[in-house]
Nanobody, 122 residues
């Protein structure tokens, strides 16, 4: 399984970015893809998740109403649309995959991408 993130960059507070996670290598359709982020000196934090198996999505409270996770399963892509960005949203954003369901715990996920940097300036 391989995950490749893209779409990070530098944006001013209040701006938007759209991240993409390209998923490959799964031989079945039952898995979940999550976005996590990690700021310098902090633990990796779950941001959002989408389940291909059940179609449900979830968000951490701090991004509800600002971030939207979506997917194009035909293209094996998962997106994270980030609006109204704040400096505290800065960090490296990773996508993780699991063959079961969504979880907010980093240890739940078996596969990870290399990450993409998001920097929000004030």
């Amino acid at each position: 399984v391989q995950l490749v993130e893209s779409g990070g960059g530098v944006v001013q507070a209040g701006g938007s970015l759209k991240l993409s996670c390209a998923v490959s290598g799964f031989t079945f359709d039952h898995y979940a893809i999550a976005w996590f982020r990690q700021a310098p000196g902090k633990e990796r934090e779950g941001v959002s998740c989408i389940s291909r198996s059940y179609g449900n999505t979830s968000y951490v409270d701090s991004v509800k109403g600002r971030f939207t996770i979506s997917s194009d399963w035909k293209k094996n892509l998962v997106y994270l649309q980030m609006n109204s960005l704040k400096p505290e949203d800065s960090g490296i954003y990773f996508c993780g995959a699991d063959t079961r369901i969504c979880s907010r715990y980093e240890s739940w996920y078996d596969y990870w991408g290399q990450g993409t940097q998001v920097t929000v300036s004030s």
